[in-house]
């Protein structure tokens, strides 16, 4: 076989093995991310008509507020829920095991939800919510790792992104069936809650033609004969000696140092700052307001100004905006580096917030001031896509070698999670008493973040996991040991330098 299919059988593999993962447990959360979003006003009113039908009065208008709080915030308090679940699960099942056990849950939320309308239960779909939420917690953090543990170091950037673009597109799917002629009306919104289940079940049935992370398969269950197949799977080749000798050499350090626990990885010097650095990063990712605008998209342009009946389509080209500018990142990762990419996208962010809170306290005063509120909003949401949305993911994977991996993605999920859930809760408080004011609070948490990128988190790009460690090892004040009797780090990494050399998407 030639080099040119070579490199075309692992390009094929490997990119069907990154959209079905990704398809289906990524697109699943950016879809309940937005699904309730266009549709809110006929669930409010089954809500209320199914309280009536039950008690023979209408709901009070706090006890509405209430439920409909729950029904959006259950969502990413599941999500925290399932990521204290990632790391026992990926260690126990492996990569590819953990998703498909959370596609077999993953279906029972969809079916309760489209159901909901007929059982006459609004306890259902806040049920239903939490469940699915768990399910995204799992998802949002395994699908990166599994994706960064299949990829080699030039594509790792790249594929690691391809989640995010999932959450993008999978958010943008919801809000075109939420239009109001398609499923966002008083009948078609059981169906669209219940459709998230569609994607879960199609990973169920291919994932498993795809193979486990070689990497857990070797330094984790210590079965190299398996981990070179799927290696020589992924890879196209016979040839993967180089590779697999990058993760023995991983192995052989950590042995040096230990295998960690969740508790321990909280203690352990040597990672000390990259676990500070993932919970900055996953704080001001979430904390930066972009899902005060994902949930509260319509009152948002209600409040810039945009009409009643248009609030819908501007809601869809934003979130064609958003996926646009995940694809444009996908391609520009390698090239551009982790690091820059953060830095613009949270600079861009504070300064959309900042003029956006310009724009919305003087609109009622100039008539053409909705127009750059909405503008503001574009350009934010160009800023988050290129940068603080899809970046964080794949930092977490490369800043943690195997045995401290699952922990770390434990960690940046339940502050991911726990953050979103903070803004969805608290953003209509800070809406009714701060007004336009409370986009400041999202434009310093942008700053904050920003200052600390650029004082802390190295560059990333093209590194081994090793590499990773001994950049941040410095900062630690510690040693990477490698074991009594093997060379230093720097030496031993020096036969692999030019050892995987990929075409590229």
């Known amino acids: 076989m030639c080099a040119i299919e070579k490199d075309d059988t692992f390009l094929n593999f490997l990119a069907l093995a990154t959209l079905i993962s990704a398809f289906g447990s990524s697109f699943q959360y950016g879809y309940n991310v937005a699904v309730i979003n266009s549709p809110s006003p006929f669930m409010q009113q089954f809500y209320n008509t199914t309280y009536l039908e039950r008690y023979g009065r209408p709901m009070e208008e706090n006890f509405l507020t209430l439920l409909w709080s729950l029904s959006v915030s259950m969502y990413p308090l599941g999500g925290f829920f399932g990521s204290l679940m990632v790391a026992p699960l990926v260690n126990k099942l492996g990569r590819k095991?953990?998703?498909?056990?959370?596609?077999?849950?993953?279906?029972?939320?969809?079916?309760?939800?489209?159901?909901?309308?007929?059982?006459?239960?609004?306890e259902i779909i806040i049920v239903a919510r939490?469940?699915?939420?768990?399910?995204?917690?799992?998802?949002?953090?395994v699908v990166p790792m599994y994706l960064g543990e299949l990829s080699p170091k030039n594509l790792r950037g790249a594929l690691g992104i391809i989640p995010q673009l999932f959450i993008t597109i999978g958010i943008l799917s919801a809000q075109v069936?939420?239009?109001?002629?398609?499923?966002?009306?008083?009948?078609?919104?059981p169906l669209m809650l219940g459709l998230t289940g569609i994607p879960a079940l199609i990973e169920l049935l291919l994932l498993p033609f795809f193979p486990e992370s070689?990497?857990?398969?070797?330094?984790?269950r210590g079965d190299e004969k398996t981990a070179r197949k799927a290696l020589q799977r992924l890879r196209g080749w016979d040839d993967v000696d180089a590779e697999m000798s990058e993760m023995h050499l991983e192995d052989k350090s950590?042995?040096?140092?230990?295998?960690?626990?969740?508790?321990?990885?909280?203690?352990?010097?040597?990672?000390?700052?990259?676990?500070?650095?993932?919970?900055?990063?996953?704080?001001?990712?979430?904390l930066s307001g972009v899902n005060a605008i994902y949930y509260y998209a319509d009152s948002i342009y209600a409040t810039a100004g945009v009409k009643q009946n248009d609030i819908q389509y501007v809601t869809v080209g934003t979130?064609?905006?958003?996926?646009?500018?995940?694809?444009?990142?996908?391609?520009?990762?390698?090239?551009?580096?982790?690091?820059?990419?953060?830095?613009?996208?949270?600079g861009i962010c504070c300064g959309a917030c900042v003029l956006l809170t310009v724009a919305l306290k003087i609109q009622e005063t100039v008539t053409w001031m909705p127009y750059i509120s909405i503008t503001c909003v574009i350009i934010y949401v160009i800023g988050h896509a290129i940068g603080p949305s899809p970046i964080p993911y794949v930092v977490t994977t490369e800043m943690f070698r195997q045995s401290a991996r699952p922990a770390a993605f434990?960690?940046?999920?339940?502050?991911?999670?726990?953050?979103?859930?903070?803004?969805?809760?608290?953003?209509?408080?800070?809406?009714?008493?701060?007004?336009?004011?409370?986009?400041?609070?999202?434009?310093?948490?942008?700053?904050?973040?920003l200052v600390y990128i650029w004082l802390v988190v190295p560059e990333t790009k093209n590194k081994t996991f090793l590499e990773v460690c001994q950049m941040f090892a410095k900062r630690n004040k510690v040693e990477i040991k490698l074991g009594d009797g093997d060379l230093p780090l720097k030496e031993s990494k020096e036969s692999l330098e030019d050892a995987i050399k990929v075409t590229a998407f």
């Open 410 to 449: 434990m960690v940046a999920g339940s502050v991911h999670w726990l953050s979103n859930f903070t803004v969805g809760l608290v953003f209509p408080f800070l809406e009714v008493s701060l007004g336009p004011y409370s986009f400041i609070i999202f434009s310093i948490i942008c700053l904050v973040t």
């Open 319 to 346: 979130g064609a905006v958003n996926v646009f500018m995940t694809i444009a990142a996908v391609f520009i990762v390698e090239a551009s580096g982790r690091r820059l990419l953060l830095l613009c996208g949270f």
């Open 130 to 141: 939490f469940i699915v939420g768990i399910c995204a917690g799992l998802s949002s953090n």
């Open 254 to 286: 950590e042995r040096a140092e230990g295998r960690l626990s969740v508790l321990s990885l909280l203690s352990q010097p040597s990672l000390r700052w990259q676990l500070v650095s993932i919970i900055i990063m996953n704080m001001g990712q979430q």
């Open 214 to 220: 070689p990497r857990y398969m070797l330094i984790t």
């Open 177 to 189: 069936l939420g239009i109001r002629n398609i499923l966002g009306n008083s009948t078609g919104w």
């Open 97 to 122: 095991g953990t998703l498909l056990f959370n596609n077999i849950f993953s279906i029972v939320p969809a079916v309760m939800m489209g159901v909901s309308d007929i059982a006459k239960s609004y």
